[in-house]
């Protein structure tokens, strides 16, 4: 199989130890199901994956398990996001957002079913292999739990005073980081080498969706755009114009590809980032990220 | 330390990994402070210790972990149930709800991190103990997660057709189960014999509310009443009458306590389970709940 099979494959598996019993609450299960699939890009699956490979991938089922919680907490947080409290968002990868197809209970209990589907994933998946299951455990409640992780990053904007640099390192870099450790611990590496390129991606990342919020329609992005001046949110593009906006970008991407440890896997997982590049930036504004 | 001692002092614990950072969100720092202490009564940790010590209790590091999980998880839904979306409850224990307080959106991250923390605090409590640690992150997910936990039972408030016993079992059972559970495995007993005693407290503990909900002032209860009938949810006293609600609760208060395996913390449970049945009837009503 190759990665996005190995990932399509490990989030059914997660999602159907829930749904073959057949007296789900029929509406959560199906509203799970819409937050998971069709997916997104699986960036955050797909790195934890090729880093697992980089590190000689000896087992595939602690691996499988680690990159399928990880996308799990993604789809979690997008859930949440788009809540009419929060980004308001009705559509989410040209599809209805959990909220505007389920409504806003569902959604929320969508968000919480698929946070704790993610550690049951890894409790699951990692059984036999205690160490890395306690590892993975931690990697995944600090990429998403305060104070550092995702929910934190959520919990910044709404502050009066936010250190932007802290504020988008929890929201959008913790995940990243996240994605990269566990590859590493799943097989039985050592994660520090690898750290930097998570923190680089997620930065990269966090510019590239503050760059298409401003550039992109709604149709190509298949979400609103224009939401962090809506919603009075700090973002690159004004912050530093949108060709210093793209610099950045690039110079991250530029980065986040340095930052790749010595090793077999060097070569895959630079054309992955560079793929990932050219997939995050419009393509009228890719000669800068080429 | 007695059982009150050791659970506030474990949620505290618990809730210190974020704090001493000094970099926590600070409104998501205070509102899962808001959203655990100070506590109800803490019936799900106390029963999960009671039983730990029924089975010998030879690792208070785990149980302490295990008890603390439960109630996070407690904490996490109440926080949710609480929101507009769903009960739209403005007090909570005698205080405004995390979201009268600290907003919609500082409410739902505070449940999703109270979930994330329940889980980290079992895979740190229990570290030094692969086996029981896996045990209980099982128990953890499936008495709050679908189909079974806590999540799936508010998620059947959003259907159309409903198995009241389902349903009940899930929002409320489930984590009775789970306490009863987690307190066997903590001491590396087996939970089997423990469950019937998790299930019909569970339900005993729904008709109370139920019936409290009818016959209760807010003030007594510190939240909102008659919130079944505003809702159009289920209640048993609507269904049954309130002499009949009643006396189903004495059963039940009765079948929980015949339900505690023969140990040596037997009397202690028993005794448990009395002051609880006390307290969770308003006075007036107690005579047959005695």
């Given at each position: 199989?190759?990665?996005?099979q190995r990932?399509?494959?490990?989030?059914?598996?997660?999602?159907e130890?829930?749904?073959?019993?057949?007296?789900d609450?029929?509406?959560?299960?199906?509203?799970?199901?819409?937050a998971?699939?069709?997916?997104?890009a699986?960036?955050?699956?797909?790195?934890?994956?090729a880093?697992?490979?980089?590190?000689?991938?000896?087992?595939?089922?602690?691996?499988?398990?680690?990159?399928?919680?990880?996308?799990?907490m993604?789809?979690?947080?997008?859930?949440?996001?788009?809540l009419?409290?929060?980004?308001?968002?009705?559509?989410?990868?040209?599809?209805?957002?959990?909220?505007?197809?389920?409504?806003?209970?569902?959604?929320?209990?969508?968000g919480?079913?698929l946070?704790?589907?993610?550690?049951?994933?890894?409790?699951?998946?990692?059984?036999?292999?205690?160490?890395?299951?306690?590892?993975l455990?931690?990697t995944?409640?600090r990429?998403v739990?305060a104070?550092?992780?995702?929910?934190?990053?959520?919990?910044?904007?709404?502050?009066?005073?936010?250190?932007l640099?802290?504020?988008q390192?929890?929201k959008?870099?913790?995940?990243?980081?996240a994605?990269?450790?566990?590859?590493a611990?799943?097989?039985?590496?050592?994660?520090?080498?690898?750290?930097?390129l998570?923190?680089?991606?997620?930065e990269?990342y966090?510019?590239?969706?503050?760059?298409?919020d401003?550039?992109?329609?709604?149709?190509?992005?298949?979400?609103?755009v224009?939401?962090?001046?809506?919603?009075?949110r700090?973002?690159?593009?004004?912050?530093?114009?949108?060709?210093?906006?793209?610099?950045?970008?690039?110079?991250l991407?530029?980065?986040?590809?340095?930052?790749?440890?010595?090793?077999?896997g060097?070569?895959?997982?630079?054309?992955?980032?560079?793929?990932?590049?050219?997939?995050?930036?419009?393509?009228?504004?890719?000669?800068?990220?080429?």
């Amino acid at each position: 199989m190759n990665a996005t099979q190995r990932i399509e494959q490990a989030l059914a598996n997660a999602l159907e130890c829930w749904e073959t019993n057949g007296i789900d609450p029929p509406r959560l299960a199906a509203a799970m199901r819409h937050a998971v699939f069709p997916g997104g890009a699986r960036i955050r699956p797909r790195l934890c994956l090729a880093i697992a490979a980089a590190s000689g991938d000896p087992d595939p089922d602690v691996t499988d398990a680690a990159a399928a919680a990880i996308e799990l907490m993604h789809c979690a947080s997008l859930v949440h996001d788009d809540l009419p409290c929060f980004d308001n968002a009705r559509t989410r990868r040209g599809l209805p957002s959990v909220h505007t197809a389920f409504g806003e209970r569902i959604a929320v209990l969508t968000g919480d079913a698929l946070i704790v589907l993610a550690f049951e994933t890894i409790a699951k998946g990692a059984a036999h292999q205690p160490e890395r299951m306690l590892a993975l455990l931690l990697t995944l409640s600090r990429g998403v739990g305060a104070p550092h992780g995702i929910v934190a990053g959520q919990a910044w904007e709404c502050e009066p005073n936010v250190d932007l640099r802290v504020y988008q390192r929890a929201k959008t870099g913790s995940l990243f980081v996240a994605a990269v450790t566990a590859g590493a611990q799943a097989a039985g590496g050592n994660p520090i080498p690898w750290q930097a390129l998570g923190e680089r991606l997620g930065e990269a990342y966090q510019v590239a969706d503050d760059i298409r919020d401003v550039v992109a329609t709604a149709e190509a992005l298949g979400k609103p755009v224009h939401r962090d001046e809506e919603l009075g949110r700090p973002n690159a593009v004004d912050q530093l114009g949108l060709d210093a906006a793209l610099e950045r970008f690039d110079s991250l991407v530029a980065k986040a590809s340095a930052a790749i440890p010595r090793c077999a896997g060097a070569p895959m997982l630079r054309q992955l980032i560079r793929a990932e590049a050219q997939r995050l930036i419009p393509e009228e504004f890719q000669r800068r990220a080429a």
